[in-house]
């Protein structure tokens, strides 16, 4: 039996070791209880409640950490990331701020605050941070790629020269230089010279998957073999623990592949003249199934799952109270559209694609870090097949939950569209949704943010014409290629 405090604290940390969050939260609990507890074990629970995805237990327990050391630039920084993902523009920003002033070259929270600039379309300060941060960190290419995604023009002939350089004698890690070859690639795109980008796109990817490999071998197994075999046989074990405060929400999935128009969408439905809680990409769904025990997939723990959901949309704002319609866009989502219209019997669908060939296309040219499939031609290929599959499994059992939108009928006939998906969702139609691009409150991390503030413009049906070559070999194996 622990009778002392070292002992208590030696346990609650060995059970946050083991990821056994839970049972480290009631010790770590307990443990403030005491008068002489060390202040420190406020960040660990807060640790503890962001792993849980409890957003607001995170930020209390963080504030109260800050309260005993207000000089804390790393607490400052986690607190911005809380503010962040719960929409706290203004909040981030300032707590951004203050983690930099009080340690001015605290790299992190500098390019963490020019993500955040760039996220709502702020130009100038997140050239003005990317910089910062180039002169801290000369030999960081991933803050280079990231500002070339404002500043085309920063990278020229002279700086294509030093990137070289520095990838052929710096032993940098994975991600830098991923970074690296997707600025050169970039750079022969430009000069049209297509050989030389695939060479620099395939070494950018190899690197990519290196970073965080273990993880990315997981991730990737498990999106690429685990769920094409188990999205039909997931179910729960306990369907009357649903609570009605799941039961009565009524959410707008927007699912499909990355880079199908679906940030497109997102924001025409968050720009109507009824404001809609717009969550992004919370992965919650996932994140509540493989964190809850489970002998196999097709016997999941409804109680766990909806427990924990419920937590973490409340702490987003949505509940059966307030917010009862929020759009979450985590793509994945068509994997478990059978859970979903459990929980959420009131859920609706929006697919987005555009032509396979081009989708397939963009994905591989594209640097998109946290998703292990994206990173070789032949996984892009496989998890498409496996969407395109299960998309259509699942329009033909739920055909009244599910609207498909072609990124090409959108740009073409932009009302026409919009005014159906407004339509589908039950939502008052405003034209002013597609002035989306017009928002100053609008915010987006993915690859998409820059290219939604110029608004709608025609699909180019040849933009990756030069490409097709590419997947000439894999026709055999893909019919849908052929189409």
């Known amino acids: 039996m622990m009778n002392n405090l070292e002992d208590k604290v030696k346990k609650a940390f060995k059970l946050f070791n083991e990821r056994k969050f839970e049972e480290s939260k009631i010790i770590f609990l307990n443990l403030i209880k005491n008068p002489k ?46 503010y962040l993902k719960k929409g706290d523009i203004k909040l981030a920003e300032e707590s951004y701020i203050k983690a930099i002033n009080i340690k001015k070259d605290y790299l992190i929270a500098i390019t963490n605050l020019a993500v955040l600039y760039e996220g709502i379309g702020d130009k100038n300060n997140a050239k003005k941070y990317y910089l910062d941060g180039i002169n801290l960190s000369p030999d960081d290419l991933s803050i280079y790629y990231n500002l070339s995604k404002i500043k085309p023009d920063f990278i020229d002939e002279q700086k294509i020269e030093h990137i070289s350089k520095i990838l052929k004698i710096k032993k940098l890690e994975p991600f830098n230089m991923a970074s690296g070859f997707f600025l050169l690639a970039e750079h022969n795109r430009r000069k049209k010279n297509i050989k030389e980008e695939i060479k620099n796109l395939e070494l950018a990817h190899k690197y990519a998957f290196k970073d965080k490999a273990n993880i990315k071998q997981q991730s990737r197994n498990y999106w690429l073999d685990i769920m094409p075999k188990n999205y039909n046989i997931l179910n729960f074990q306990f369907e009357k623990e649903i609570t009605n405060n799941l039961k009565n929400l009524e959410p707008i999935f927007i699912i499909g592949l990355p880079r199908s128009g679906s940030t497109v969408v997102e924001a025409i439905l968050s720009s109507g003249k009824k404001k809609i809680l717009n969550l992004g990409e919370t992965n919650l769904i996932n994140w509540s199934v493989i964190t809850t025990p489970k002998k196999k997939l097709s016997s999941l723990d409804a109680r766990q799952i909806c427990s924990k959901l419920v937590i973490a949309l409340g702490n987003l704002g949505a509940s059966s109270l307030e917010n009862n319609t929020f759009i979450e866009k985590s793509l994945e989502n068509f994997f478990y559209i059978e859970i979903i219209l459990k929980i959420f019997p009131k859920a609706k669908f929006i697919n987005t694609s555009r032509n396979t060939t081009d989708n397939i296309l963009a994905i591989f040219q594209q640097f998109l870090p946290k998703i292990s499939w994206s990173h070789s031609l032949e996984d892009i290929l496989e998890y498409t097949n496996n969407y395109l599959t299960i998309i259509k499994f699942f329009k033909k059992k739920y055909p009244n939950q599910i609207l498909s939108v072609k990124l090409e009928e959108l740009t073409f006939n932009k009302e026409e569209i919009a005014k159906n998906i407004y339509e589908f969702c039950g939502l008052e139609w405003d034209k002013k949704a597609l002035e989306f691009y017009k928002r100053k409150d609008l915010f987006t991390s993915t690859a998409s943010n820059l290219q939604i503030r110029n608004g709608l413009h025609n699909y180019d049906k040849n933009k990756y014409r030069s490409y097709y070559y590419m997947l000439r070999n894999f026709q055999d194996k893909y019919e849908w290629l052929k189409q």
């Open 37 to 82: 507890f060390d202040k420190k074990i406020y960040f660990m629970l807060y640790e503890i409640y962001f792993q849980l995805n409890d957003i607001n237990n995170a930020r209390k327990y963080l504030i109260s950490f800050l309260e005993f050391d207000n000089k804390n630039h790393i607490a400052l920084n986690q607190l911005a990331n809380l």
